[in-house]
Nanobody
């Protein structure tokens, strides 16, 4: 089992910045990906950013150049630095961890989700 504890989001004005963190505990495999997803009002959940245990990163198109994801493997913690925030960034932000392992040559994955944290950007 894996537990994910997210930092509090908050209310910020457009153009401002906010930093989220997510600390993972429990059974975390050496091959894993940690990331952030978000779900705005009336929208589907979408990828914000993800980073592998090897530090490969992937960003959603709408946040490229504004958000930066990083991780501290020693602390099993992932961070999301959000700059130049826009009202359309308003959403519940969810932390996700994917454990990966191989059995008999077959790759297996299992995902865990945090409880979500609200980020509101005012215009």
């Amino acid at each position: 089992q894996v537990q994910l504890v997210e930092s509090e989001g908050g209310l910020v004005q457009a153009g401002g910045s906010l930093r989220l963190s997510c600390a993972a505990s429990g059974t975390i495999f050496s091959d894993n990906t940690m990331g952030w997803y978000r779900q705005g009002p009336g929208k589907q959940r979408e990828l914000v950013a993800a980073i592998t245990s090897g530090s490969s990163v992937n960003y959603g198109e709408s946040v490229k150049g504004r958000f930066t994801i990083s991780r501290d493997n020693a602390k099993n913690t992932v961070y999301l630095q959000m700059n130049s925030l826009k009202p359309q960034d308003t959403a519940v932000y969810y932390c996700k961890l994917i454990n990966r392992w191989t059995i008999l040559g077959t790759l297996k994955e299992y995902a865990y989700w945090g409880q979500g944290t609200q980020v509101t950007v005012s215009s």
